[in-house]
């Protein structure tokens, strides 16, 4: 008898372990989540500083995957051009591609048909390459060499050769490099340093 009562005691401890330990999950991941915003924040409110550029904040009005786009609210009305850069606090989102009077459309780097400067600065002279997208979640930067000029882990940022893009935005990682000797060229798979599907908000840099 004891030993049912005693059994049927420590079941119900059990369950309400379990249960605490589910709200402490909850809440870790939640406040981990608004940490993150916060640190977002805290960099997005320096980014003009940072790059010298007017900054204006819009929400993420819809996020189309498959076309490597984005639609944010502000257009127009907030002095959006085609061409100005989509930035967060972890780096470069896209350009954007279409303006109207209240929102625009952001072309996303991870889009094949995009195409910016990007360097690593970590050499001297800095490795120069164009980047594109390969797909939703990896670019190739190509380099007029068949000298791998970088290499696994390196940091790839904008050139700044462009009039509307300053120079030192994060782009991403290197994953891999690898020579092309029959094209006279190489080329370097980058992880991009942004999560779009994790944003609200983007700041476009005027």
Known sequence: MYGAMHSSSLLEENNRLKRQLEGLKIYTDATSTYQKEVDSL????????????QKVVGDILGYFPE????????GRDHGIKEGMPAVCA????????TVGAKDCQVLLITSQAMQLGGIAEKYKPPAAGLVHGENSSALVMKFLTPEVPVSSGD??????????????????????????PEYGSSRARILPAVNVGELREVVILK
Do not use: C, N, W
């Open 42 to 53: 805290r960099v997005e409110i320096g980014l003009d500083k940072t790059y010298q550029r």
């Open 67 to 74: 076309q490597h786009r984005l639609t944010v609210g502000v």
């Open 90 to 97: 972890s780096g470069i989102i896209g350009k954007v591609q």
């Open 155 to 180: 940091i790839i940022v904008t050139s700044g050769f462009s009039d509307m893009i300053p120079k030192g935005i994060i782009i991403g990682r290197v994953l891999s490099a690898e020579s092309l």
